[in-house]
T-cell receptor, first 112, second 116 residues
Framework: DVKVTQSSRYLVKRTGEKVFLECVQD?????MFWYRQDPGLGLRLIYF???????EKGDIPEGYSVSREKKERFSLILESASTNQTSMYLC???????????FGSGTQLSVL | AQKVTQAQTEISVVEKEDVTLDCVYE???????LFWYKQPPSGELVFLIR??????QNEISGRYSWNFQKSTSSFNFTITASQVVDSAVYFC?????????????FGAGTQVVVTP
């Protein structure tokens, strides 16, 4: 069974901390994505990657960076967490842009 | 830029009623892909259907059906004879092929509440 695994289901951090959200997929997919989900706003794309070491900005990249050193792993980094980054973060992967996304179960991040 | 609009924020029905979810999209691409995803209370998004812009054939799959109309840029989704397990948030999404390549754009979602 295909799997996208996010390292934490719940995370609580303090303002100013550096935060790493990890995502691993076992399907050998080329594309990986980070979205954040907020009530009334749906899912908004933060960054995506279509190959190792490649990254593209999504719609709301400010305050975030990403790393993709290996094909199966895509990390989202909050350099200095702020309260407005409290959200549900969803990682996804797909074989290409025509195909469906496979989602992880999400990380609920609270920044205090 | 591409955009997906789901005007209905919440729909409440009684079990066995039909539910239609509206989705209107905007894109400059001539080739694009439309999707519906379901997010149950557990949180993990589940893929329901994909359509490409050249395939306007509507489909019925069990209790689900889809109505894709390019002329009105709409991709509506209907649940027939709803059940409590259909309670979830449903997202419509669009993936373009040129300047929006790779960016799956989601709507805000529609919360469906089915009561016994």
């Amino acid at each position: 069974d295909v799997k996208v695994t996010q390292s934490s289901r719940y995370l609580v951090k303090r303002t100013g901390e550096k935060v790493f959200l990890e995502c691993v997929q076992d399907m050998d997919h080329e594309n990986m994505f980070w979205y954040r989900q907020d009530p009334g706003l749906g899912l908004r794309l933060i960054y995506f990657s279509y190959d190792v070491k490649m990254k593209e900005k999504g719609d709301i990249p400010e305050g975030y960076s990403v790393s993709r050193e290996k094909k199966e792993r895509f990390s989202l980094i909050l350099e200095s967490a702020s309260t407005n980054q409290t959200s549900m973060y969803l990682c996804a992967s797909s074989p290409n842009h025509e195909e469906k996304l496979f989602f992880g179960s999400g990380t609920q991040l609270s920044v205090l | 830029a591409q955009k997906v609009t789901q005007a209905q924020t919440e729909i409440s029905v009684v079990e066995k009623e039909d539910v239609t979810l509206d989705c209107v999209y905007e894109t400059r691409d001539t080739t694009y892909y439309l999707f519906w995803y379901k997010q149950p209370p557990s949180g993990e998004l589940v893929f329901l259907i994909r359509r490409n812009s050249f395939d306007e054939q509507n489909e019925i799959s069990g209790r689900y059906s889809w109505n894709f109309q390019k002329s009105t840029s709409s991709f509506n989704f209907t649940i027939t004879a709803s059940q409590v397990v259909d309670s979830a948030v449903y997202f419509c999404a669009l993936s373009g092929s040129t300047d929006s390549w790779g960016k799956l754009q989601f709507g805000a979602g529609t919360q469906v509440v089915v009561t016994p």
